[in-house]
């Protein structure tokens, strides 16, 4: 069983930057696909980014392209989502999720475990 620890959330003023990170233990982080997603009051979950195993592909939701960088650290069994240009329609709560034998896969349901959450708050 994977174990997912998010950490790095915060509050930021639009334009500003805060960098996520996802510590995984309990399972062989070099063989997870891992992938971000956040869920907003009142919305749905949603699909923020992903990165395979080998970290050669790399998927990203449209509203985020260009602002935002998933990467990982296999050594330290980390993944990181720097986020820049922050807008208040980032503020969410920021899950990170973790997936066997899949690549950078948007779907949810593709994701076997899931960590707590960080809230990122951003005002105007």
């Known amino acids: 069983q994977v174990q997912l620890v998010e950490s790095g959330g915060g509050w930021v003023q639009a334009g500003g930057s805060l960098r996520l990170s996802c510590a995984a233990s309990?399972?062989?982080?070099?063989?997870?696909?891992m992938g971000w997603f956040r869920q907003a009051p009142g919305k749905e979950r949603e699909f923020v980014a992903a990165?395979?195993?080998?970290?050669?592909?790399?998927t990203y939701a449209d509203s985020v392209k260009g602002r935002f960088t998933i990467s990982r650290d296999n050594a330290k069994g980390t993944v990181y989502l720097q986020m820049n240009s922050l807008k208040p329609e980032d503020t969410a709560v920021y899950f990170c999720?973790?997936?066997?034998?899949?690549?950078?896969?948007?779907?949810?349901?593709?994701?076997?475990?899931w960590g707590q959450g960080t809230q990122v708050t951003v005002s105007s």
């Open positions: 990165i395979s195993w080998t970290g050669g592909s790399r």
């Open positions: 999720a973790s997936a066997y034998g899949r690549g950078a896969s948007h779907r949810q349901g593709d994701y076997d475990y």
């Open positions: 309990g399972g062989t982080f070099s063989t997870l696909t």
